[in-house]
């Protein structure tokens, strides 16, 4: 059956649903919110209070610079019960949450042993003193050690219950809030979103009349392809995917094409960045205009951060342009694709009603949680001088807030390895490759001349 | 009146969709709030933003057996 065959009258959605208070509980978005923010109010609590323990609980043998196996075992041995204690509280705060949302413990639970049993390894290989070196970066090293089990080892498939990719980047996002000053996202934001809505505009309209006129692929599969490329990656994909009434199939197409694209971005970005000089900030631009989806492109960005030396300038970068620049217009774009879908094309067709509210309800939350822990921490901070900042506040409060980031973060980037199972992603037919292709190639080569040599002193200041 | 969520076909449970499109959880998630009140219909193969039913609504069993007992018994 074809969609021009099928008619569902789209009238106002009913679903009980809809804006309902239950994703406050219901939504990975809202959890990320609710532990980020609760993790930064209880690190502010405790530090106002002369206690440390967050600091503590932070462990992370990441930054050890170990010469011999020798002192990493005696880290892990010194260290111990705090190990312990800060996998107790991951897998109680994940899990609770988990099973609130309707994912099942007996999956769960096994699989976050696993998975942070895992991130320790990659810790502990990244701090080795020779890691950067040899390009052993754990953002990297992680996502490619995850490849590698769930494709030459095998993991069973039920263990994706604890491995939520995205969820993980959410949280790590909310708690990079509370190390990024406001003041940044008021000066710097609206360039991002300037860059960031130039490129999403012209790659997509690039994947879609590529798709349409050259190719003569079906302007539903475009569309998809053409938001999930420039956009939102295969979250945008599925907004757009509801909002034009596209097949199933049509989404399998983006999904395969995306994760292919990103892994190879992931890789390649970094290293040309390398190649061709840039600094932090620039690449962390250029990685965000270039990179579909969240979490693929923080792994880019902190792994180049890494190499260059600046992980910081990479990765606000980077967020700048991705999560302020791209990620928050998606309820926009499906509510522009609702509107074609019904005006322009055959009005019987298949398509969801344009409704002002996709604009909110498909708003990923998770950036309010962002703004919220930069604005609160902005605030707390203001009263040191630069001086107190440095000698108390960044140690004892700063950093501890970015290691457990950074563990939100190797969990994630773990996750995307041991998910990506190249045997279950559908072959996809040479016109939308080329399609989806030629976009990639605009946008890559787009965001190189918008971040190096447009706004490149800008990025450079980061 | 009838909407899609109510139907047989249509499935919206975050875990059920995922594991309908596999590969769908690497770089994106059922569970986000990005993906809205997105269903998917399984008898048109499509995603949807559940509306008004159509012509081949079938109603859950659950709903149907409900639907059934408020309709009043005459001896």
Redesign the interface.
């Given at each position: 059956?074809t969609?021009k065959e099928?008619?569902?009258?789209?009238?106002?959605?009913?679903?009980?649903?809809?804006g309902a208070l239950s994703?406050l509980y219901?939504?990975?978005?809202?959890w990320a919110i609710w532990l980020g923010l609760g993790t930064v109010v209880l690190a502010v609590v405790l530090f106002s209070n002369g206690n440390y323990f967050l600091k503590a609980l932070a462990v992370n043998p990441g930054g050890l610079k170990w010469v011999s196996a020798d002192q990493l075992l005696a880290h892990f041995a010194n260290n111990a019960s705090m190990y312990l204690l800060q996998f107790v509280a991951w897998l109680v705060l994940f899990g609770v949450s988990c099973r609130v949302?309707?994912?099942k413990m007996a999956q769960f639970v096994p699989a976050f042993v696993f998975l942070y049993l895992l991130s320790l390894a990659m810790f502990g290989i990244s701090g080795w003193v020779d890691a950067t070196k040899y390009n052993m970066e754990a953002p990297l090293l992680a996502l490619l050690i995850g490849l590698f089990i769930s494709n030459f080892i095998g993991l069973p498939a039920w263990m994706?219950a604890g491995?939520?990719?995205?969820?993980f980047v959410?949280l790590g996002i909310v708690l990079l809030g509370a190390t990024f000053p406001i003041s940044l996202v008021a000066t710097a934001g609206p360039v991002a979103i300037g860059q960031a809505m130039t490129i999403s505009v012209v790659t997509c309209l690039t994947i879609f009349f590529v798709g349409t006129r050259v190719f003569g692929l079906e302007k539903r599969l475009c569309a998809v392809l053409g938001v999930g490329g420039s956009v939102?990656?295969?979250?945008?994909s599925?907004?757009i995917?509801?909002?034009v009434?596209?097949?199933?199939?049509d989404?399998?197409t983006s999904?395969?094409l995306?994760?292919v694209w990103?892994l190879v971005m992931v890789v390649f970005l970094p290293f040309v960045s390398q190649a061709l000089g840039l600094s932090a900030g620039v690449a962390g631009a250029w990685i965000g205009t270039s990179e579909?989806?969240d979490?693929?492109g923080f792994a880019a960005a902190s792994a180049y951060g890494k190499m260059a030396g600046n992980e910081d300038a990479a990765i606000k970068a980077f967020t700048l342009m991705k999560v302020i620049g791209r990620d928050v217009w998606?309820g926009i774009w499906?509510l522009l694709f609702a509107l074609i879908s019904t005006m322009v094309w055959e009005r019987k067709e298949?398509g969801?009603?344009p409704?002002a509210g996709?604009v909110w309800?498909?708003?990923?939350?998770?950036v309010i949680g962002f703004f919220v822990a930069s604005a609160f921490m902005s605030l707390v901070t203001s009263g040191y001088s630069p001086e107190e900042f440095n000698k108390v506040v960044k140690p004892l409060l700063i950093l501890p807030l970015n290691s457990l980031r950074t563990w939100a973060f190797i969990f994630c980037f773990l996750s995307?390895g041991l998910?990506?199972?190249f045997r279950?992603?559908?072959s996809v037919g040479w016109k939308p490759f080329f399609a989806f292709t030629i976009g990639v190639a605009v946008n890559v080569t787009l965001g190189y001349i918008l971040s190096v040599h447009v706004f490149g002193a800008h990025w450079s200041a980061l | 009146m009838s909407d899609c969520t109510q139907c047989l076909h249509c499935e919206d449970d975050p875990g059920s969709i995922e594991r309908l499109l596999p590969g769908m959880n690497i770089l994106s998630s059922a569970y986000g709030n990005t993906r809205g009140i997105t269903a998917i219909c399984q008898h048109h193969d499509m995603f949807i933003s559940p509306g008004l039913a159509c012509a081949d609504f079938r109603a859950r069993p659950g709903l149907a057996a409900a639907a059934a007992a408020s309709v009043p018994q005459h001896r």
């Open positions: 059956m969609s099928v008619t569902i009258e789209t009238g106002v959605p009913v679903s009980a649903r809809t994703d219901l939504k990975e978005d809202w949302m309707g994912i994706d491995f939520r990719v995205e969820y959410k939102c990656g295969v979250s945008g599925m907004a995917a509801a909002s009434g596209a097949k199933k199939e989404l399998y999904v395969t995306v994760v990103a579909f989806a979490a693929a998606i499906s298949v969801a009603k409704d996709e309800r498909r708003f990923p939350k998770f995307i998910t990506t199972r279950e992603l559908k | -």
